[in-house]
């Protein structure tokens, strides 16, 4: 079938034509389809048999951005690269990505399992819901998944092989731009809060800090490190009480693990600071803020705890044989080598966590927790600690060494907010 | 053709039979062919038609590695990468290069013209040869081949396009055995001097040490920099006193930029200490070390200052667009930031270079500069020299600022050496 971009209508013969979805249901089925995406760059199906249950979701890629309407193309290839990445992730950590039933590239589109007993993450943090397994899961979805494909299991040419078949230049420029260049120049597309005139101004004369978020770009640019889901946020999370799952890897790339891990904190401490405005009882905010922080320290640990137990365990990747810390003190050093490893990951978490703060503010992407804070006073509450932490978190990176230090910079810009308020 | 190892007579029947080789000679051409490959992996031939003059250079890869006999499997696709890359040296820095004819797949062979007017460079270097031209030359192959495929000058699709295409597991498995690996652990293929045993035990238990080039094997491995020769060594260089040419370039992919530095400035400090034997007399020897020391000097010199002057020419690549720099300010920031990219590339080239240097005391693969000297003793004074630089290149990496902090290390070592000499 040459490509089209389906329609409610045209799906249904689309799946009814094509034999190894049509025996996911009987024959009689009346399917309903049902349009459902909110992203940009995609057309997102449900179709579900009414009479007897059975559902899947069809996200098919669309060859331009949606936001920007026509004018900024992109390749449909993309859906490969979320299609080979979901497989991988139903490997590498089974239960934590959605199951995927069929691919057609010719069609840019992929066929997985409808999640319909979960939600995207944003709006139940903001209304204060708790998630006590996340914490657990995305640390093994990220120490699994980012190990697995490392230097530190997969032999070189393993590793290459796999680097090659996720060259995906289009999805990294999007990032490349968004990310890390152009909300911290002059750029149309940038949007910000207008109170915010001079912290954005500040953020893009401040030169030690443009040059370090060069430094953190060269290093999604070209630190090969494993491959990367490149867009883990927590709108890329679908979750309930029981269940966590990562969707929408069509970014996925060779880049470094600080950005996937920086992505999830990143976008819980904005959640944290959106309550400032979502959570008006102090006693109330404090408590469910105080849950988020503990959630990022929860997920930092365990994710560095499961990294190292997956690496002790399977220590046979092409970086470092076994037999190199063969030597009186080899032991210690192997110790010694594994913390400065994830001592540099958890660097990089600050760095690449501080630049994607900092975009959401003053780029083209705001972030749905604080930009659905109507009241322009109220949201600048939260966007101006966030540029604040973010800002911080990319200078002080380098003096980084616990988790503990990321949080105690959040920390000392919420009390100093809070103080401000107390005594304006 | 299906692939066969050509011989001094099959290769003259290959030409005949290729029309775009046989045009190249007069069809009555008597052709001769002589085998002069002195490498391990490949055949070399030179054929000549010895009425006209013309004359042309047949390299083919053998699917093994000659110096281990049949057990080293190797792909014939590295005359790919090879043929590939000279190609496009040829386009980037004209002339520094040979001239590439024709390319076979099948035969996985290149065919390029025959440089019998230059020479490989060892040889003349330690007959205390000068090369006026040399620093030249180098520094711009290297400015011009590194800087035209960074993300300095090229767009992030146009990198990773190239980048897919020099995707490189089997020769890059071969640096990172014999480079960074093997030669500092026990490992049956390793050869050094037995006096150094001492020397080499204590490398091999250095943890520091051994950190550290693993950090410098990490970047190898995942710092996808530029297109790097990988193999730039003097004996991948021929010469002569107005001519340079780069050879052997099949160990080509995206790796870090310092790695091709340091093997050139590495080798000729490996040529200069083998002068403590090749040049017994101490005025003639002093002479020729501070003429390599200054080439040192000047190629890392005219290296940064061209490196950056291509920059400032063409500073239209994906990493920073100009227009990030576009604040009160941001001229010096983006000078700051050449300035640390250079620094950066100082201390990697250190950092290689020095485990390039130790690699081939202690690894399977000598340097003929200095395995060439008979006397173990004499070798010995040249090897231990060369251990400790190199360890230090290493481990004070982070601390050198200017190129001058290399050669003194290298000056320092020399002086210690010396003085022993007239104070044993």
């Known amino acids: 079938m040459t490509y089209q971009a389906l329609t409610e209508t045209t799906v249904i013969n689309y799946i009814k034509n094509r034999p190894a979805l049509a025996a996911m249901f009987p024959p009689q089925a009346q ?3 049902q349009e459902v995406g909110d992203g940009n760059i995609n057309l997102v199906f449900v179709i579900e048999d009414p009479a007897g249950g059975q559902s899947v979701v069809i996200k098919q890629a669309l060859p331009f951005m949606r936001i920007l309407g026509d004018s900024w193309p992109l390749t449909r290839a993309r859906i490969r690269f979320e299609t080979q990445s979901l497989l991988l992730y139903n490997e590498l950590a089974p239960g934590l990505a959605p199951q995927v039933y069929d691919h057609d590239e010719e069609m840019s ?4 399992e409808n999640l319909n007993r979960h939600e995207i993450m944003r709006k139940p943090l903001v209304a204060r819901r708790r998630f006590p397994l996340f914490a657990d899961h995305i640390s093994t ?28 230049p289009h999805m990294c420029k999007i990032q490349e731009d968004f990310v890390f260049t152009n909300p911290f120049m002059e750029s149309e597309e940038n949007q910000w809060n207008p109170l915010l005139k001079a912290e954005v101004q500040a953020v893009r004369a401040n030169a030690e800090l443009k040059l370090a978020i060069v430094d953190l770009k060269e290093s999604y640019m070209a630190h090969a490190q494993a491959l990367i889901h490149s867009d883990l946020h927590t709108g890329s999370i679908m979750i309930n009480e029981h269940d966590t799952r990562v969707i929408d890897s ?16 990143e976008n819980l401490i904005l959640n944290c600071l959106s309550h400032y405005a979502h959570t008006p009882d102090p006693a109330e905010r404090s408590e469910f803020q105080h849950y988020l922080l503990d959630m990022v320290r929860t997920i930092w640990h365990e994710f560095a705890r499961k990294f190292e137990a997956l690496w002790l365990e399977h220590n046979q990747g092409e970086l470092v044989p076994a037999r190199y810390w063969t030597f009186e003190g ?13 001592l540099n990951i958890l660097r990089d978490t600050a760095g690449h966590g501080g630049c994607k703060m900092l975009r959401r503010m003053m780029g083209v992407v705001t972030v749905w927790d604080i930009s659905s804070i109507e009241d322009g006073q109220q ?18 990176r380098q003096q980084f060494n616990t988790v503990d230090d990321l949080i105690a910079v959040v920390q000392e810009e919420m009390k100093s907010l809070e103080d401000q308020e107390e005594h304006p």
Chains 1, 2 share one sequence.
């Open 31 to 33: 399917l309903k389809a």
């Open 109 to 112: 589109l992929v066929v997985m």
């Open 141 to 168: 979805f990220m120490a699994r998944t980012l190990f697995f494909t490392s230097d530190l299991y997969l032999t070189g040419q393993a590793k290459k092989e796999l680097q090659a078949r996720y060259i995906n």
């Open 250 to 265: 069509e970014f996925a790339f060779y880049g470094p693990i600080g950005f996937d891990v920086g992505a999830v904190l």
């Open 330 to 342: 080899g032991e210690a050093a192997f110790a010694e080598f594994r913390r400065r490893y994830l």
């Open 379 to 396: 949201r600048a509450i939260a966007e101006r600690a966030a540029i604040k932490i973010g800002t911080r978190w990319i200078l002080e």
